[in-house]
């Protein structure tokens, strides 16, 4: 008899047992496991750089901002806080181009849903920034004279 929850309980054991079998995709496991996912995530990265000015140029800003949110930190929680703000923008900059990418994937034609899946990736991207220049004014202005 299967659990309240449903049979997708039952279906193939526990939780536990279903979440450590290895997907039926997926032939590898342990150490190959973990190379083999670093480099579609290195691949993924690539990708993006090449294809998403956006991304191209918040790397860039990469460049300037991480070390400077390194210097500017006076304590180890204050430069996690800058830095990490930044790095924030440059994942939800990766997952917005990856639903752009799945959107524009179905073809050019205009459709109302992909429409608003492209819009609210891009306001994810926005909200990232906003954060990440409300974490640097939190942590920089109360040091101005």
């Known amino acids: 008899m299967c659990a309240p929850l449903g049979n997708w309980i039952c279906a193939g054991g526990s939780v536990l047992e279903q ?68 790095l924030m923008v440059l994942i939800v900059e990766l997952l917005n181009s990856a639903i752009e990418a799945t959107v524009d994937r179905f073809g050019p034609e205009l459709h109302k849903l992909s429409g608003r899946a492209k819009d609210i990736a891009s306001a994810s991207v926005f909200a990232s920034i906003s954060l990440a220049v409300i974490v640097w004014a939190l942590v920089l202005l109360p040091r101005l004279p």
Not at 25 to 30: K, M, R, S, W
Not at 33 to 53: I, K, M, T
């Open 19 to 86: 979440a450590l079998t290895m997907s039926e995709f997926n032939d590898t496991a342990g150490i190959a496991r973990l190379v083999r996912a670093f480099g579609y995530s290195y691949q993924g990265f690539l990708a993006c750089y090449r294809h998403e000015a956006a991304f191209r140029q918040e790397v860039l800003a990469s460049l300037v901002v991480i070390p400077l949110g390194l210097w500017l930190g006076a304590d180890g929680v204050e430069r996690a806080l800058l830095v990490g703000s930044w």
